[in-house]
Nanobody
Framework: QVQLVESGGGLVQAGGSLRLSCAAS????????VGWFRQAPGKERELVAARNWKGSMTYYADYVKGRFTISRDKVENTVDLQMNSLKPEDTAAYACAARGPFREIGQVPNDYDYWGQGTQVTVSS
C-alpha cells in the first residue's frame, strides 16, 4: 500500500516558478514508478512528467520540456516537480501517481495504482 500527499501548489505570475512535492508512505515506494499528471477544467487528465522506479528513464510531455524537471529522493521518499517559466496554460490541478511495483512508465491515468489528492497550480498572465 502506498499513500501519496502533494504540496507546493499555489498562485504564481507567468514566468515564475513553483516546486511541487509528492511525499509517499510505504517501505516499498522505491519500487514504484511515479508520474505527475495535470487536469485543467474541461480537459482530460494528462501525464506531464514521470520517472521510473530504477531512475533510468524519465518522460516529459513536449509542452513542458526544458521548463519542468522531475526528481526523486529515495531516502526521503519524495518525488518533486520543479516548474519554471510557467505559463497561464499550465494552470491545472496537479497530482502525483504511483505505478508498480517494478513497472515502467505508463502514459495514461489507468496505468497508475495510487494517487494523491492533488494540488492546484494557477498561473496568472
Amino acid at each position: 500500500q502506498v499513500q501519496l500527499v502533494e504540496s507546493g501548489g499555489g498562485l504564481v505570475q507567468a514566468g515564475g516558478s513553483l516546486r511541487l512535492s509528492c511525499a509517499a508512505s510505504g517501505r516499498t515506494f522505491s519500487a514504484y514508478t511515479v508520474g505527475w499528471f495535470r487536469q485543467a477544467p474541461g480537459k482530460e487528465r494528462e501525464l506531464v512528467a514521470a520517472r521510473n522506479w530504477k531512475g533510468s528513464m524519465t518522460y516529459y510531455a513536449d509542452y513542458v520540456k526544458g521548463r519542468f524537471t522531475i526528481s526523486r529522493d529515495k531516502v526521503e521518499n519524495t518525488v518533486d516537480l520543479q516548474m519554471n517559466s510557467l505559463k497561464p496554460e499550465d494552470t491545472a490541478a496537479y497530482a502525483c501517481a504511483a505505478r508498480g511495483p517494478f513497472r515502467e512508465i505508463g502514459q495514461v491515468p489507468n496505468d497508475y495504482d495510487y494517487w494523491g489528492q492533488g494540488t492546484q497550480v494557477t498561473v496568472s498572465s
